[in-house]
Each structure stands twice: as structure tokens, then as C-alpha cells.
């Protein structure tokens, strides 16, 4: 109940296409959700996040989906762009706690 | 920059060695953390600390521990090397008190080779 499932592993998207991962998980308390970016050779940064009381949040290209009835969330990347290629992690956790549950990650190329 | 800074970035070693990683965290940050990153695999949580206590604990095995010291930077040290310790070790801080938005800010990780 924990566990919080990502996919897909990876994805190549064209350069200008939207790309989407989507996440889901079990526990009704998680109340935080955020999405962090790696690029190779670097530690995960926080991109973007939202609670359970908006269904969409959206920050510049990149736009959160929010689905609380079905338990899961998903990250748009609009006009994707080859800077975009990087690893994408899910995650979530509830209350104050900050023990973030994460996603596997999704590596995302996108093709000039 | 995320503010949070770990030495040193690269590390060689053989088995049966142990190593030391350290972590300062971002100025005002009590909480720090420690992640694990194998080769292509996601981040697995090793142990948090927050002002010196330890406030909870993942999949960290027994041959590896941390602590946190009153200047708040924190040590991870790894025992009895195998390997399959051969990983980036990441540790993240995040900001002081309740309400805040849980954001963690990462360091650069500290790159583990064990032969």
C-alpha cells in the first residue's frame, strides 16, 4: 500500500511532442505529490508539485494531472524540447511526514 | 546549486574496504537524508536524520550507518564494501518545521566504486 508505480521505464518522444508518465499509488493519506528531474550526473530537483485539493497545476510547459478517485497523477510536458531529456521521478508521502514514497523513474529522450 | 554539498564526488575502493561519505546540508536545514542510486535504478531511501536524531530508516543494511553531528552535516559510512554497493549515494536536506512544501534539495551524490 505503500508503493507508488511509475510508467512507463522509458520514453522517446519527438522534439516539440508532448510527453506524458503517469503514477499511481494505493494509500488515500498521501497528500503530497511531487515530480523531480535528473539529469545524468546530477541529484534529482524538485519540478513541480500539487496536493489533492486542485486537480491540475501547471508550470510553464510541465503540468500536473490529478485524478483522486483513481489514485493516480501524471506529469505533461508540453512542446517537449531535447533540454526536457532527463530522468523523471514520482512521488509521494502524507502530512508533515516528508518520507517521500518514489516512483522507479521514467527516462525520457526526446529527439531533435 | 542546490546549497547541499557532498564529498567527495567519486570514490574507488575494493571489497571488504570501508568508506566515509559526508554531506553538508543547506544553511537552516535539519533534516538530512541518504539515498541510494544504482546503475539505471531508482532512489532507494537509506536513513533520515533531523537535528541529530535519527527520525527513520529504509532499506539501509546493517554493515552500513550514519549520524548527524551538532553542525548538522552528516556522515554515511559503508562496511565490509561488496560489489554491489558500487552506486551513486545521494543525501538531500529539506527545510526546517511543519507546513512546509517537503521539498528536498539533492547534492551532486558521492559516485561509489567498489572492485
Known amino acids: 500500500q505503500q508503493q507508488v508505480k511509475q510508467s512507463p521505464q522509458s520514453l522517446i518522444v519527438q522534439k516539440g511532442g508532448i510527453s506524458i508518465i503517469n503514477c499511481a499509488y494505493e494509500n488515500t493519506a498521501f497528500d503530497y505529490f511531487p515530480w523531480y528531474q535528473q539529469f545524468p550526473g546530477k541529484g534529482p530537483a524538485l519540478l513541480i508539485a500539487i496536493r489533492p485539493d486542485v486537480s491540475e497545476k501547471k508550470e510553464g510547459r510541465f503540468t500536473i494531472s490529478f485524478n483522486k478517485s483513481a489514485k493516480q497523477f501524471s506529469l505533461h510536458i508540453m512542446d517537449s524540447q531535447p533540454g526536457d531529456s532527463a530522468t523523471y521521478f514520482c512521488a509521494a508521502s502524507k502530512g508533515s511526514n516528508y518520507q517521500l514514497i518514489w516512483g522507479a523513474g521514467t527516462k525520457l529522450i526526446i529527439k531533435p | 546549486d542546490s546549497g547541499v554539498t557532498q564529498t567527495p564526488k567519486h570514490l574507488i575502493t575494493a571489497t571488504g574496504q570501508r568508506v566515509t561519505l559526508r554531506c553538508s546540508p543547506r544553511?537552516?536545514?535539519?533534516?538530512v537524508y541518504w539515498y541510494q542510486q544504482s546503475l539505471d535504478q531508482g532512489l532507494q531511501f537509506l536513513i533520515q536524520y533531523y537535528n541529530g536524531e535519527e527520525r527513520a530508516k529504509g532499506n539501509i543494511l546493517e554493515r552500513f550507518s550514519a549520524q548527524q553531528f551538532p553542525d548538522l552535516h552528516s556522515e554515511l559510512n559503508l562496511s565490509s564494501l561488496e560489489l554491489g554497493d558500487s552506486a551513486l549515494y545521494f543525501c538531500?536536506?529539506?527545510?526546517?518545521?511543519?507546513?512546509?512544501?517537503?521539498?528536498?534539495?539533492f547534492g551532486e551524490g558521492s559516485r561509489l566504486t567498489v572492485l
Open positions: 538531500a536536506s529539506s527545510p526546517r518545521g511543519s507546513g512546509s512544501t517537503g521539498e528536498l534539495f
Open positions: 544553511s537552516g536545514d535539519l533534516s
